[in-house]
């Protein structure tokens, strides 16, 4: 799980990255980009970016129950 959150990691980076890149390139997209949801969940390190990140996220996670 170590290569996991180091994973989790890269993505967090990529985000804030996009976030800065959002800014000056398409300020409308900083809100959703600040909204993405990074998580681990067994054996996925998730990235979700979307209007609905939070309905998504609970979706992935039911999917395993």
Excluded: C, G, W
Aim: glycine share 0%; hydrophobic share 40%; net charge neutral.
């Amino acid at each position: 799980l170590r290569f996991l959150r180091d994973i989790k990691k890269d993505l967090e980076k990529h985000i804030k990255d996009r976030i800065a890149f959002y800014k000056s390139y398409d300020p409308t997209q900083v809100d959703r980009a600040n909204d993405a949801q990074i998580f681990v969940k067994d054996d996925y390190a998730v990235l979700i970016v979307s209007d609905n990140a939070s309905e998504i996220k609970k979706a992935f996670e039911d999917s395993f129950k």
